[in-house]
């Protein structure tokens, strides 16, 4: 049987609005086996952590430092990691120390938002919007511990994405710059989650051993899931959550997982809480189910 690490990534730093830091200590206990190795990482309560709309790089300091713990406790992990946000940011943490272990990974980010401003793009300050282009080699600011490669944006793909800011054609020229291939939550409802899926991993396993994947709550339509940070109107249904998740758990070269921006604060009918736990509870049994083949 693969042995399954949990990491608790609970920080939300990147963001200026509170509650997902709470996030990994209201899964982990729901989660179906409670005898696997369990690492609790908490955001320092002695931070005064900037709100400041006007801070184009809010918290940066202390996110390094986090993102650095994380990443060297997953490094010396020999098990299947699971990393349990926390807002997004916590993914440069984890899908570095993935690609660190690995070497040459693929991507799949599954989110409302593209995740790839750069500091010269962001019009927030809000880090958890710069992860993705981070993980591709941008940023280097907030990847300076990691000595290795980078996850190539030619085999690195957004599902999901449907949040169009002020800022968007910045964000969309970084990306389309680089190269990542994106899909929409209208190309969801066009050609079905499992084609999108199929295709995703396809790009992500082209050269590559194996991939990385970064699960994002607020994919789900807000009015299915109100437990995120930062909502997004027409988002996926709780059949094409399934049906990702089911076909994620068929998968057997994924290396390392995320679930991210779980928010407890926003979640008043528990339902999100639900919706994490399934899809938690499916990757980790599919983990052990990976090992046999």
């Known amino acids: 049987m693969k042995k399954v690490t949990l990491i608790g990534a609970g920080s939300d730093l990147g963001v200026d609005i509170d509650g997902a830091k709470l996030g990994p200590e209201k899964i982990i206990p729901n989660l179906v086996d409670k005898n696997y190795k369990t690492i609790l990482f908490h955001q320092n309560n002695n931070i005064i952590k900037s709100h400041d709309k006007s801070d184009l790089r809010k918290n940066e300091t202390e996110i390094n430092k986090f993102n650095k713990q994380i990443y060297n406790s997953i490094i010396k992990e020999n098990n299947f990691c699971i990393t349990i946000g926390g807002d997004h940011s916590i993914s440069i943490a984890s899908g570095l120390a993935s690609i660190k272990k690995y070497s040459n990974l693929g991507l799949i980010w599954i989110d409302a938002h593209l995740d790839y401003n750069t500091f010269k793009t962001t019009i ?65 409802k066009e050609y079905g989650i499992n084609k999108i899926m199929e295709q995703a991993f396809k790009i992500a396993n082209n050269k590559t051993d194996g991939v990385h994947i970064s699960f994002d709550l607020d994919v789900i339509d807000p009015e299915l899931a109100k437990g995120v940070t930062i909502k997004e109107k027409n988002g996926i249904n709780l059949q094409e959550v399934e049906e990702i998740t089911d076909y994620l758990a068929k998968q057997n070269n994924i290396k390392s997982f995320d679930l991210v921006e779980y928010n407890p604060l926003n979640d008043t009918d528990l339902k999100t809480l639900d919706i994490a736990n399934n899809i938690l509870n499916k990757i980790e049994k599919s983990t052990t189910l990976q090992s046999t083949r």
């Open 124 to 188: 927030t300050g809000n880090i958890h919007g710069l992860p993705l282009a981070t993980l591709n080699g941008l940023n280097s600011d907030l990847s300076h511990f990691h000595k290795g490669n980078f996850f190539n944006p030619n085999n690195t793909v957004v599902v999901g994405y449907r949040a169009y800011e002020e800022n968007a054609m910045d964000e969309i020229n970084n990306i389309k710059t680089m190269g990542v291939t994106v899909y929409t939550t209208k190309d969801i």
